[in-house]
């Protein structure tokens, strides 16, 4: 390929290079950054389920195939100037379209039985046809730099400028969590992206009058000499190329957010880290070699597959594993793309096959998989497949070949023998050991088996069997418990399992992502008793034993129902109604054979309201609940727009004078406590915080240790737990309170690891 520093004096950077540079860098812009910011938009009316992302990016995705397919018909209009003029009227007309930026009401109110389609609607109605519209001028403007710079070493390549493409998306992307989002609004992002599109339009128009004013003619300038055909088995190794990074995008971008938060920050370090890939291999001069690639990418996946089962650690080394796996994997795959790149005359040809492969691998985790899978397998599915994308040789394995893919046979059997002997029903037996050291234990197999794998990298399809017998004896290693029953909604993976506790017997446990949303012991003397964070000993089961102490009829709002433990408490009197945005958890609450909290332990009928509570909740008459119980949780992490000042104060406005609030506030990842004391200190109501640990004499699995901040409109309504110590008044925190408008889940994160 030839480089910049080759060209000829008068061709080096020539202005008409420069502003084609510029419109695109632009361009780029606009489009990467209306992607997080229509995610965050969004993200509140489904719950904050990282679901909402993996959707939002395949409607990205195709509109972006929609808009490179729009480029290339467009190819096909002669003259150069009817298809500037014909994109500058398409740009106007999508601009009046949507203007303001905003999520649109025109499909209703969110659909949490349906989401999908409800999702699809309000994103194609709000952003779809600028998005579109954007996303064609990258091929659009190379194509058009190729005709208008052909015959000079510019033109022979005018794949150079994707990489001003992918450098401004990746612009975009960074400053979006670390500068737009802690600095700006959602009112003032959404004016000044919509400010930003207008700008945009102007920008085409001044290039279109300087190359007109430069190059008289230009833009009549003939289309390019037509190569050889591409034949299908080229075009599908294109979208199979394609395809595999964008489903691991999205696949380590849904491990990652799990147990933290689906949030922009998140989202757009996998992305960033993807289009960052496109930008190397597509340069004049890569600065990673596809060898050493493909060298970082098999010593990286072998380890991944080991230990992407493995939940709990050093979050910050399991990130930086996670994502130094994907960097490596996407990159060899659109290096090898590079490589396999046609002429100029089929650009956009090119671009539009990627973009198809871009949208099956992103339909695939999406749409596909959550029906196919009952758990999150996509993920370990896709590094596995990657591993065929590597160069194949097709000559006989060597003898030494053989004996290192033996050998990953062979100690892959290992651990999950080995972790069977050391536990039953995850709990240890052998050797005094406890579960996470006999883990740790049944782990060195596994090491020796990346070892033995990263050996064979050179045989691709060898390499692929390797990958795929590790991640099978991980994900049996990882397993603490015996799963009865695993199913998958929009919203999460629900699992149930049957322990065997030494103190109370036979427990069984509801699992939501990796973390515990409910228990319930079988043993008639405990059937009935609210265990883990529901005990009547924690923060949660105090605030319900005061509110019952004061009326005999108790109006009672939980939001979030798990396994329906709260309905334990419920007398005849009261009145108990669950908020819960996925209808899976309230089928399996309500069925006997799984949880029997609500059939069998409430006294009368408890009713459930399905939908996002900050929605549902809006329909509740003000002054209704003596408690209303905040305990909503995705896997363990809690959906931001539910301790905002404004979700806060809707929270109150349902109380009576002296009615309780409870937030439910444990965090694994997070520190959301000082938002949520800021929020109640800017709205100016009496609260109290306390810190529950665990009691060491308990029964296993009858409590759990938990964090809750308690409001009330009243101090009258706090003065109970005012005479208890342990109910605590902080002082005044400088973290600023969380708001619909701002949210900044960076900042906790760093609190989090900072308190460790």
């Known amino acids: ?27 780029a812009v606009l489009v990467f950054s209306v992607q997080p910011l229509m995610g965050r938009l969004l993200l509140p009316l489904l719950g904050g389920s990282p679901s909402v992302w993996n959707t939002s990016m395949v409607f990205f995705q195709t509109a972006l195939l929609v808009g490179y397919a729009y480029a290339h018909l467009l190819q096909r209009v002669g003259p150069l100037k009817w298809q500037v003029a014909i994109h500058l009227a398409l740009l106007v007309l999508a601009l009046i379209s949507f203007w303001p930026l905003g999520v649109s009401d025109m499909v209703g109110v969110p659909d949490t039985r349906h989401p999908i389609p409800w999702l699809l609607g309000s994103l194609a109605l709000s952003v779809g046809a600028p998005f579109a519209v954007l ?54 992002q959404t004016l000044g992206w919509s400010i930003g599109y207008g700008l945009f339009i102007l920008v085409i128009l001044g290039l279109g009058a300087v190359v007109w004013r430069g190059d008289k003619g230009v833009l009549d300038a003939p289309a390019l000499e037509p190569s050889t055909p591409v034949s299908w088995a080229r075009r599908l190794t294109w979208i199979g190329m394609a395809a595999l990074p964008s489903s691991l995008m999205l696949g380590v971008t849904t491990h990652l957010s799990v147990d ?9 370090i996998p992305l960033a880290l993807y289009l960052l890939t496109f930008v190397i291999a597509f340069s004049r001069s890569p600065a990673i070699s596809l060898t050493t690639t493909l060298i970082v990418q098999a010593a990286a996946a072998a380890v991944c597959a080991a230990l992407m089962p493995m939940t709990n650690g050093n979050w910050f080394v399991l990130l930086t594993l996670h994502l130094t796996t994907f960097f490596f994997t996407a990159l060899m795959c659109h290096q090898r793309l590079a490589s396999l790149r046609p002429p100029p005359d089929r650009l956009t040809e090119f671009f539009l096959w990627l973009a198809v492969g871009g949208v099956l691998g992103g339909a695939f985790n999406a749409m596909v998989a959550p029906v196919i899978f009952n758990t999150v397998v996509e993920y370990p599915l896709a590094l596995c497949l990657a591993a065929l994308a590597r160069p194949w040789t097709r000559t006989r394995l060597s003898r030494d070949e053989l004996m290192w893919g033996a050998a990953v046979a062979v100690l892959c059997l290992i651990p999950p023998i080995l972790f069977w002997w ?57 397993v603490r418990y015996d799963w009865t029953e695993s199913d998958r909604s929009f919203f999460g993976v629900l699992r149930r399992a049957d322990v065997d506790f030494r103190e109370v017997g036979d427990v069984r446990i509801l699992m939501h992502g990796t973390t515990l949303h409910g228990a319930q012991i079988q043993a008639a003397e405990w059937r009935c008793r609210p265990s883990l964070y529901y005990a009547p000993t924690t923060p949660i089961g105090e605030s319900v034993i005061v509110t019952q ?20 408490y419920k007398r005849a009197g009261d009145q108990l109604s669950f908020f819960e945005i996925d209808p899976m958890v309230d089928r399996w609450a309500r069925d006997p054979a799984r949880f029997s909290y609500i059939s069998e332990c409430a006294d009368g009928p408890v009713r459930t309201v399905i ?34 000042v404004e979700a806060i104060r809707e929270y109150l406005r349902l109380l009576k004078p002296d009615g309780l609030l409870v937030l439910h506030l444990s965090n694994r990842n997070l520190e959301i406590t000082t938002p949520t004391l800021a929020a109640a200190q800017e709205i100016g109501v009496p609260y109290l915080h306390k810190l529950y640990g665990e009691n060491p004499d308990a029964p296993q699995m009858s409590e759990a240790s938990t964090e809750a901040v308690v409001m009330s409109p009243t101090a009258e309504g706090l003065a109970p737990f005012a005479v208890d110590p342990r109910w605590q008044l902080n002082v005044p925190t400088n973290t600023p309170a969380w708001t619909d408008d701002y949210v900044n889940l960076f900042g906790a994160m760093v609190r989090e690891a900072r308190s460790d």
Not at 135 to 153: E, K, N, Y
Not at 549 to 568: E, W
Not at 622 to 642: C, E, K, Q
């Open 611 to 644: 939908g996002d509570a900050r929605l549902t909740l809006r329909n509740e008459p003000a002054g209704t609940y003596d408690l209303l119980l905040v305990d909503a949780f995705s896997s363990d992490a809690v959906p931001t727009h539910m301790l905002t």
């Open 549 to 568: 102490n004061r009326t005999d009829h108790a109006v009672i709002g939980v939001v979030g129902q798990g396994a329906g433990s709260m309905a334990a």
């Open 260 to 268: 933290v938060a689906s949030a922009p920050f998140l989202w757009v």
């Open 1 to 27: 390929m030839t480089d910049a520093t080759a060209l000829p004096q008068g061709q080096r950077s020539s202005p008409t290079a420069l502003l084609f540079a510029l419109a695109i860098f632009t361009s």
């Open 135 to 188: 996303s064609a001028t990258a091929p659009l403007l190379q194509a058009w730099f190729a005709r208008v710079r052909r015959g000079t070493a510019e033109g022979e390549n005018p794949y150079v400028l994707y990489a001003a493409s992918n450098i401004g998306s990746f612009v975009a992307l960074i400053a979006y969590p670390a500068l737009v989002e802690p600095l700006a609004g959602l009112s003032q």
């Open 422 to 478: 050391l536990s039953v029903d995850g709990r240890p037996h052998q050797m005094g050991l406890d579960w996470e050291t006999a883990r740790m234990v049944v782990l060195l197999p596994l090491g020796a088996a990346a070892i033995c794998a990263f050996m064979v990298r050179q045989r691709a399809r060898l390499f692929f069997v390797a990958l795929c017998l590790i991640s099978l004896a991980a994900s049996q290693v990882a």
